[in-house]
């Protein structure tokens, strides 16, 4: 059903809003009273007007509605309050509902606890506050949540809820009319113009069929120099607009970015239906920030120029090797054979000449040594010599690439920029040769031995390829930034400023104390502890033992007992089998997940008519089948439905909820509570084919040939996926792994975090150490890794050889301010820690706060180690951790079978919403599969003995019963699965 007009919410969702928690966290937090409270309920005479007072108070404390509008209060809390006033829960039924006791006591209460009524003063107070918050953010919810927060703090009683809508439908209305208007009013009527303009078909553009708007937002292919020049078009297209950057940054970067969000998904011909003010607003929004992306991706095309011309190089050299090999063998032999000659001759006292003679005559001798000289390479076995056929092809793009980017650099950098402008100066004026005063101290040795000719004149090719070389990695690193960028600012634009740092310490969220002293006496007292524990204990521990400085840790040998492998195949033989379509619409009757598809541009949920497309085009796209393939396969449902669909309701922030209502509902489950509670997780990169060619399309040999990217997947104790991103498949896991912990929004509290080798980094130790988590990695290897000791760490004898380090405190002493300046901006969402940790992992940004970081690391990796050896437990948890994120690709590879398992989607974004779709189908088969496990459990109790213990050894990621191929067909009339009506289990 729609809504009307200003209502927001469904009569579900209100009623889920008014709903008295129940839980005894809730009941602690809530409803206990303090000793006050009490002596005040314990005036009033009568055991009904005692516990009717109570009641009162207690929800007007939470949920804030008065007592007249909630509609029933748990029996539950009636007893916790009962019982604390010393009544029963009888008295409550007598308790008057419309009388003039009810009044007298809500009058009593705002006396005693200062309590007001919503009325045309306290609207302003909210209208203003919500009025603020839109400008920040309009999702509805998030200004639901926060309108119902500044109530209660403020002690005002909540009105009626659609009084709440109504005040937030108008603050957002009123934030977007300014919004709009404060744009519209900053443009000339030439820019509205050029702004119009672009929704028109142009004849001079590459596609002439487009829109000038089409055009600009067409995916970037594969990364080459013609690709950087269609970008570079778009990029001066959009400069000569001239749109001011400084019309929007007044405005909160949160709600432009979600403005700009749904401008994206509007076709050019539908702006020209919105009023002017709406208009030109959102064109300028979606040039200003498509332009930040376009630029972002010209240098991503640069960047994988560079890496392409230093593999060609690299290759070029193998090559070289490969088809030499024979003749360099040929004069390996040959020289050793002179050199015998010669030992003998000197032992003899013979003439060396002669003896030369006696292998080769002195003319083959001299030809030998100059094939000799031919065949050798550079003595540092490089390869840059072999780069200059290659200059002109850089030459195609790398003109324009210097002149349309603008570089900034602090001062450490400036002969670098000097570098550039001097490329810029000889590229304008048609000049070939470098100035002898060219700058060149910031050209690296590895780049000086072929920039320097032997006259110590500039060679120009190799001058112009180190620039770029060396621009590369310090854009990469943050020393350099990119005017108009969003991923290349400069570095210190990621992080809260120092006087920023300085006023909200106070509140700061990190796990550590601020104080410097008390950081280094905590981690001293819990490393020489462990050493302590380890030296005492290192001959008693089972599987491990320290030989010649190295550890050894024996395989753990299985521990699933066989009778727990018996009862998962009794409980799944119990399970009734069903098509991949039924299984989803029993999870959307269960959990009511396609609400969370709230439209981007209406705010309004799905309607009936509309659920069963949208279950469709998860299926379409989750099982990689495709929209087109699932319109064929859908009896009733076509292509431009589910399309309109995936385009408006399937948008990150709408997966993202969805997703959050599966994992906040699986983790309800009682079956899930015997496999975790929800504080560990595990995450693990799924390397997927690609086949189309992309931007973020690479190679990695470690999988195989061909290009690809990776899905990287967060997995909870409990067997639900909390978290998933689209990462290019050379990235290192440990970038992205705080991205997860720090972002997934569900209620798990997820306190610990197991990865493989590649999931971590000192510098991720020392982040997850910084921000509360317990990071706990497999590390391959283990035998090869350094520990280190702090300077006042006493080491026993037996563990000197493995404590080879020392931690450098002094650098972490200088910078701990810093340090904790950029956790904080992580933990605080300033910043991605994966766009930070990759700055910081850049080779040539060997900086003091990096340093000090890895430092910190080093001392948590150590401790981190000693916990690992020294239990058993521990080992296995991580171990079965990281088992059930491996069952959960498992399960994706099964689900997303379609064109092979390979992506085709060419942005990233395009691929994310792939990936999303593909963990809410896993969700729900987990939950399906949670669901009937425990009614299995519940059944076979009635015929046998099921011993619990072995429960925790099931999993909820099985699929042989599951159907996924073949005609999908919905009929949400058969399908009417609640909690209170399952399906009929197999029982023979």
């Given at each position: 059903m729609?809504?009307?007009?200003?209502?927001l919410?469904?009569?579900?969702?209100?009623?889920?809003?008014?709903?008295?928690?129940?839980?005894?966290?809730?009941l602690?937090?809530?409803y206990t009273?303090?000793?006050?409270?009490?002596?005040?309920?314990?005036?009033?005479?009568?055991?009904?007007?005692?516990?009717?007072?109570?009641?009162?108070?207690?929800?007007?404390?939470?949920?804030?509605?008065?007592?007249?509008?909630?509609?029933?209060?748990?029996k539950?809390?009636i007893?916790?309050i009962?019982?604390?006033?010393?009544?029963?829960?009888?008295?409550a039924?007598?308790?008057?509902q419309?009388?003039?006791t009810l009044?007298?006591?809500?009058?009593?209460?705002?006396?005693e606890?200062?309590?007001?009524?919503?009325?045309?003063?306290?609207?302003?107070?909210?209208?203003?506050?919500?009025?603020?918050?839109?400008?920040?953010?309009?999702?509805?919810?998030?200004?639901?949540?926060?309108?119902?927060?500044?109530?209660?703090?403020?002690?005002?009683?909540l009105?009626?809820?659609?009084?709440?809508e109504?005040?937030?439908?108008?603050?957002?209305?009123?934030?977007?009319?300014?919004l709009?208007?404060?744009?519209?009013?900053?443009?000339?009527?030439?820019?509205?113009?050029?702004?119009?303009?672009?929704?028109?078909?142009?004849?001079?553009?590459?596609?002439?069929?487009?829109?000038?708007?089409?055009?600009?937002?067409?995916?970037?292919?594969f990364?080459?120099?013609?690709?950087?020049?269609?970008?570079?078009?778009?990029?001066?297209?959009?400069?000569?607009l001239?749109?001011d950057?400084?019309?929007?940054?007044?405005?909160?970067?949160?709600?432009?970015?979600?403005?700009y969000?749904m401008?994206?998904?509007?076709?050019p011909y539908?702006?020209?239906?919105?009023?002017?003010?709406?208009?030109?607003?959102?064109?300028?929004?979606?040039?200003?920030?498509?332009?930040?992306?376009?630029?972002?991706?010209?240098?991503e095309?640069?960047?994988?120029?560079?890496?392409t011309?230093?593999s060609?190089?690299?290759?070029?050299?193998?090559?070289?090797?490969?088809?030499?090999?024979?003749?360099?063998?040929?004069?390996?032999?040959?020289?050793?054979?002179?050199?015998?000659?010669?030992?003998k001759?000197?032992?003899?006292g013979?003439?060396?000449?002669?003896?030369?003679?006696?292998?080769?005559?002195?003319?083959n001798?001299?030809?030998?040594?100059?094939?000799?000289?031919?065949?050798?390479?550079?003595v540092?076995y490089?390869?840059l010599?072999?780069?200059?056929?290659?200059?002109?092809?850089l030459?195609?793009?790398?003109?324009?690439?210097?002149?349309?980017?603008?570089?900034?650099?602090?001062?450490?950098?400036?002969?670098?920029?000097?570098?550039?402008?001097?490329?810029?100066?000889?590229?304008?004026?048609?000049?070939?040769?470098?100035?002898?005063?060219?700058?060149?101290?910031?050209?690296?040795?590895?780049?000086?031995?072929?920039?320097?000719?032997?006259?110590?004149?500039?060679n120009?090719?190799?001058?112009?390829?180190?620039?770029?070389s060396?621009?590369?990695?310090?854009?990469?690193?943050?020393?350099?930034?990119i005017?108009?960028?969003?991923?290349?600012m400069?570095?210190e634009?990621y992080?809260?400023?120092?006087?920023e740092?300085?006023?909200?310490?106070?509140f700061?969220?990190?796990?550590?104390?601020?104080?410097?002293?008390?950081?280094?006496?905590?981690?001293?007292?819990?490393?020489?502890?462990r050493?302590?524990?380890?030296?005492?204990?290192?001959?008693?521990?089972?599987?491990?033992?320290?030989?010649?400085?190295?550890?050894?840790?024996?395989?753990?040998?299985?521990?699933?007992?066989?009778?727990?492998?018996?009862?998962?195949?009794?409980?799944?033989?119990?399970?009734?089998?069903?098509?991949?379509?039924?299984?989803?619409?029993?999870?959307?009757?269960?959990?009511?997940?396609?609400?969370e598809?709230?439209?981007?541009?209406?705010?309004?949920?799905?309607?009936?008519?509309?659920?069963?497309t949208?279950?469709a085009?998860?299926?379409?796209?989750?099982?990689?089948?495709?929209?087109?393939?699932?319109?064929?396969?859908?009896?009733?449902?076509s292509?431009?439905?589910?399309?309109?669909i995936?385009?408006?309701?399937?948008?990150?922030?709408?997966?993202n909820?969805?997703?959050?209502?599966?994992?906040?509902?699986?983790?309800?489950?009682?079956?899930?509570?015997?496999?975790?509670?929800?504080?560990?997780?595990?995450s693990d990169?799924?390397?997927m084919q690609?086949?189309?060619?992309?931007?973020?399309a690479d190679?990695?040999?470690?999988?195989?040939?061909?290009?690809?990217?990776?899905i990287y997947?967060?997995?909870?104790?409990?067997?639900?996926?909390?978290?998933?991103?689209?990462?290019?498949?050379?990235?290192?896991?440990a970038?992205?792994?705080?991205?997860?912990?720090?972002?997934?929004?569900?209620?798990?509290?997820?306190l610990?975090?197991?990865?493989?080798?590649?999931?971590?980094?000192?510098?991720?130790?020392?982040?997850?150490?910084?921000?509360?988590?317990?990071?706990?990695?497999?590390?391959?290897?283990?035998?090869?890794?350094?520990?280190?000791?702090?300077?006042?760490?006493?080491?026993?004898?037996?563990l000197?050889?493995?404590?080879?380090?020392?931690i450098?405190?002094?650098?972490i002493?200088?910078n701990?301010?810093?340090?904790?300046?950029?956790?904080?901006?992580?933990?605080?969402g300033?910043?991605?820690?994966?766009?930070?940790?990759?700055?910081?992992?850049s080779?040539?940004?060997q900086?003091?706060?990096?340093?000090?970081?890895?430092?910190?690391?080093k001392?948590?990796?150590?401790?981190?180690?000693?916990d690992?050896?020294?239990?058993?437990?521990?080992?296995?948890?991580?171990?079965?951790?990281?088992?059930?994120?491996?069952?959960?690709?498992?399960?994706?590879?099964?689900?997303?079978?379609?064109?092979?398992?390979?992506?085709?989607?060419?942005?990233?974004?395009?691929?994310?919403?792939?990936?999303s779709?593909?963990?809410?189908?896993?969700?729900a088969?987990?939950?399906?599969?949670?669901?009937?496990?425990e009614?299995?459990?519940?059944?076979?109790k009635?015929?046998?003995?099921?011993?619990?213990?072995?429960l925790?050894?099931?999993s909820?990621?099985?699929?042989?019963?599951?159907?996924?191929?073949?005609?999908?067909?919905?009929?949400?009339?058969?399908?009417?699965?609640?909690?209170?009506f399952?399906?009929?289990?197999?029982?023979?």
């Amino acid at each position: 059903m729609s809504l009307r007009g200003k209502e927001l919410f469904s009569q579900e969702q209100r009623e889920m809003f008014m709903k008295i928690p129940e839980d005894e966290l809730s009941l602690a937090r809530y409803y206990t009273f303090s000793k006050y409270d009490l002596e005040i309920i314990q005036r009033h005479r009568r055991d009904e007007n005692k516990i009717g007072f109570a009641l009162q108070l207690a929800v007007l404390r939470y949920p804030g509605w008065p007592y007249s509008y909630i509609k029933s209060i748990p029996k539950i809390v009636i007893s916790y309050i009962a019982k604390q006033i010393g009544t029963g829960i009888v008295p409550a039924r007598r308790y008057p509902q419309r009388d003039n006791t009810l009044w007298q006591h809500m009058k009593e209460i705002k006396e005693e606890y200062g309590f007001i009524s919503f009325g045309e003063v306290e609207h302003k107070k909210v209208f203003n506050y919500i009025y603020k918050l839109s400008l920040e953010n309009e999702d509805t919810l998030y200004l639901f949540d926060e309108c119902l927060n500044f109530f209660r703090k403020n002690k005002i009683i909540l009105p009626g809820i659609t009084t709440i809508e109504n005040l937030i439908w108008e603050a957002k209305n009123e934030a977007e009319k300014i919004l709009f208007d404060t744009l519209n009013n900053s443009l000339s009527e030439e820019q509205k113009e050029k702004l119009n303009s672009t929704l028109l078909v142009q004849p001079n553009i590459e596609e002439r069929s487009r829109t000038t708007l089409g055009w600009l937002k067409t995916p970037t292919g594969f990364p080459s120099p013609e690709t950087f020049l269609k970008l570079a078009d778009k990029i001066e297209y959009i400069k000569d607009l001239h749109l001011d950057i400084s019309l929007v940054q007044h405005f909160h970067s949160n709600r432009l970015l979600q403005l700009y969000r749904m401008a994206m998904r509007y076709e050019p011909y539908a702006f020209r239906d919105f009023k002017e003010n709406k208009r030109y607003a959102l064109l300028t929004i979606l040039l200003i920030n498509l332009s930040k992306d376009l630029i972002d991706k010209a240098f991503e095309v640069h960047d994988r120029q560079m890496l392409t011309l230093i593999s060609k190089g690299r290759k070029a050299q193998e090559e070289i090797q490969k088809n030499n090999g024979k003749k360099l063998n040929e004069k390996i032999v040959q020289f050793a054979s002179i050199g015998k000659s010669l030992i003998k001759a000197k032992e003899e006292g013979i003439d060396p000449f002669k003896a030369l003679e006696t292998i080769v005559n002195w003319e083959n001798f001299v030809l030998s040594v100059n094939e000799a000289e031919k065949l050798a390479r550079p003595v540092d076995y490089d390869y840059l010599d072999l780069l200059e056929k290659r200059f002109y092809f850089l030459r195609r793009y790398t003109p324009k690439f210097l002149h349309l980017l603008e570089f900034k650099s602090t001062k450490a950098n400036e002969s670098l920029i000097e570098g550039i402008d001097i490329l810029k100066d000889i590229n304008e004026s048609g000049k070939r040769k470098i100035p002898e005063d060219a700058p060149i101290d910031f050209i690296s040795k590895r780049w000086s031995k072929y920039v320097f000719e032997k006259d110590n004149s500039i060679n120009r090719h190799y001058y112009e390829m180190a620039v770029l070389s060396e621009l590369r990695e310090h854009i990469r690193a943050g020393d350099i930034s990119i005017s108009g960028s969003r991923q290349y600012m400069d570095f210190e634009e990621y992080l809260f400023s120092k006087d920023e740092w300085q006023e909200s310490k106070i509140f700061s969220r990190l796990a550590v104390s601020l104080e410097l002293e008390d950081y280094f006496t905590e981690r001293k007292l819990s490393m020489d502890k462990r050493l302590r524990w380890f030296s005492k204990n290192i001959n008693q521990i089972k599987g491990i033992s320290i030989e010649n400085g190295k550890i050894s840790i024996s395989r753990l040998e299985k521990n699933i007992p066989l009778e727990a492998e018996q009862l998962s195949s009794k409980l799944y033989k119990l399970i009734p089998r069903i098509n991949l379509t039924d299984l989803l619409i029993d999870v959307v009757n269960i959990t009511g997940f396609h609400e969370e598809f709230i439209h981007a541009s209406t705010n309004k949920k799905p309607d009936n008519s509309e659920k069963i497309t949208l279950i469709a085009a998860l299926i379409g796209m989750g099982t990689n089948i495709g929209l087109t393939k699932m319109a064929d396969a859908a009896s009733g449902i076509s292509y431009k439905q589910m399309a309109y669909i995936s385009q408006w309701r399937m948008h990150e922030d709408a997966l993202n909820r969805a997703q959050v209502n599966l994992v906040n509902f699986h983790t309800k489950l009682n079956m899930s509570k015997y496999w975790g509670d929800g504080t560990t997780s595990s995450s693990d990169g799924m390397r997927m084919q690609l086949g189309v060619t992309s931007l973020h399309a690479d190679s990695n040999p470690h999988y195989g040939t061909g290009k690809g990217a990776t899905i990287y997947r967060f997995t909870s104790d409990q067997f639900s996926s909390f978290y998933t991103k689209v990462i290019n498949t050379n990235s290192r896991d440990a970038t992205h792994v705080l991205d997860g912990l720090l972002n997934h929004e569900t209620d798990l509290n997820i306190l610990e975090h197991y990865t493989d080798t590649a999931g971590y980094t000192d510098q991720v130790f020392g982040l997850t150490h910084l921000l509360g988590f317990r990071f706990a990695p497999r590390i391959r290897d283990l035998s090869d890794v350094k520990l280190f000791s702090l300077s006042e760490t006493k080491v026993s004898k037996n563990l000197e050889s493995i404590l080879k380090g020392k931690i450098n405190e002094k650098i972490i002493k200088e910078n701990y301010d810093d340090v904790l300046r950029l956790a904080s901006s992580i933990r605080e969402g300033k910043v991605s820690s994966s766009l930070i940790l990759s700055k910081l992992g850049s080779y040539s940004r060997q900086n003091s706060i990096s340093t000090a970081l890895r430092e910190m690391g080093k001392i948590e990796k150590t401790i981190f180690i000693l916990d690992y050896l020294s239990d058993e437990k521990l080992r296995r948890k991580i171990h079965r951790g990281l088992n059930k994120g491996e069952a959960m690709n498992g399960l994706a590879r099964a689900i997303f079978f379609g064109k092979q398992g390979e992506l085709r989607e060419r942005t990233i974004q395009n691929q994310l919403q792939r990936a999303s779709t593909l963990n809410i189908i896993i969700n729900a088969i987990s939950i399906w599969n949670t669901i009937y496990l425990e009614k299995a459990v519940q059944y076979l109790k009635t015929i046998e003995q099921v011993d619990e213990a072995l429960l925790s050894n099931i999993s909820p990621l099985a699929w042989e019963h599951i159907n996924f191929l073949g005609e999908y067909k919905f009929d949400s009339d058969c399908c009417t699965t609640s909690l209170e009506f399952l399906r009929e289990l197999n029982i023979d």
